[in-house]
């Protein structure tokens, strides 16, 4: 745009409120959830009952954890097009980046490629754990590895970090 050009009349605001919900209103029985309990320990219900969820409506994404106040937000559509399990777990390592939050670690650490983050290896390792609990094969854990912003070689370097080992 032309420096000389002026744009109407309009005010756009910088400041919007989010909205956010409490996360037990909508993912009920995560506090009695023994992966959870291991996250938070004896502060599991007081987090949970704290924690906060916003919903995006979005047709791509998955969740994530905000690194501004620590809620958790959430595609509206993951919840309708994923599978349960996948949730379920992607839920768990969500948990795990928000006690991180609560500890003051930086949760988007740039120096580390995404595979080797310190904060992503934690929570991943858990959710593996969680995964294997549940009866899932490496081979499922590997598919579960498989996101849309790595790419194979990742993917497996990721996998290696987990000691994830498909046929």
Known sequence: MPANTRLPDVRIPKD???IKYSFLDYFKGFEAVGAVREIFGDQTGNVLSELQVE???TRFGYMGVSD???HMFVSANYLKQGDARSIYLDVVHELVHVRQFKE???LFDETYEYVDRPTELEAYK???KEARRLGMSDD?????LKVTWLNDQEVRRLAENLRVNPL
Not at 140 to 144: G, H, K, L, S, V
């Open 16 to 18: 919007v409120p989010i």
């Open 55 to 57: 919903f995006f409506g």
């Open 68 to 70: 501004e106040d620590g």
């Open 104 to 106: 003051g670690k930086a």
């Open 126 to 128: 858990h959710t593996v």
């Open 140 to 144: 499922e854990i590997f598919d579960y």
